[in-house]
């Protein structure tokens, strides 16, 4: 069955230093993977996505995320936090089927 | 273009109550998922519809509730005699196509069961 692991539940970062936001996946095939942030009572927004050309994927707000098959993991980084990354970012599966799988997010907490 | 709408934004409800969302795809899109999250919890998938067809409902619970995408309309997840546990937020999303590759998310009913 098709999983989708979010490794911390919570990070704090300060202003200014990267971004690691971990993300494996279990899946029988080759997925579709994203990150997606939402903001406080806000809907959630599509960071980037990976659908098996390039494993170095670039997405908005200068964050990207690598997939690396052999470890089944598709990590989320930035080099510099900004006080507006502050949110909860959700890994996603397309399972290849009509569901996408979420992770139980990570809190991403920016000190100044 | 609109983005995907939902209303009512926010909903109060008693138990026993009948709670209907009400989910405005984006343009164009006639694939709509709905999906709930719970406290502190990530995203589950309760059901996907195509115009008047409910594709798969498998996350749906079995007992109250139900959604309909009508050929005319917006799609509409309801919810009845509505229970504490219910309370959560239900986020709709909508694509182009499906298997989906991009899924574009509504800003979310939060629900509140008194």
């Known amino acids: 069955a098709q999983s989708v692991t979010q490794l911390d539940s919570h990070v704090s970062v300060s202003e200014g230093t990267p971004v690691l936001l971990r993300c494996n996946y279990s899946s029988s095939y080759s997925p579709s993977l994203f990150w997606y942030v939402q903001h406080p009572n806000k809907g959630l927004q599509l960071l980037l996505k990976?659908?098996?050309?390039?494993?170095l994927v670039k997405g908005i707000n200068g964050f990207e995320a690598e997939f690396k098959k052999s470890e089944t993991s598709f990590h989320l980084t930035k080099p510099s936090a900004h006080m507006s990354d502050a949110a909860e970012y959700f890994c996603a599966a397309d399972t290849g089927g009509f569901k996408t799988i979420f992770g139980a997010g990570t809190r991403l907490f920016v000190k100044a | 273009n609109a983005g995907v709408m939902q209303n009512p934004r926010h909903l109060v409800r008693r138990r026993g109550q009948e709670a209907r969302l009400r989910c405005s795809p984006m343009k164009g899109h006639s694939h709509v998922y709905w999906y709930r999250q719970l406290p502190e919890e990530g995203l589950k998938f309760m059901v996907y519809l195509q115009k008047e067809n409910i594709i798969d409902e498998s996350g749906m619970p079995k007992e109250r509730f139900s959604a309909e995408f009508p050929k005319e309309g917006p799609s509409i997840l309801r919810i009845q005699q509505v229970v504490r546990g219910d309370s959560a937020a239900y986020f709709c999303?909508?694509?182009?196509?499906?298997?989906?590759?991009?899924?574009?998310f509504g800003p979310g009913t939060r629900l509140t069961v008194l």
């Open positions: 999303a909508s694509s182009l196509q499906s298997p989906a590759r991009e899924q574009f």
């Open positions: 990976y659908t098996s050309a390039a494993t």
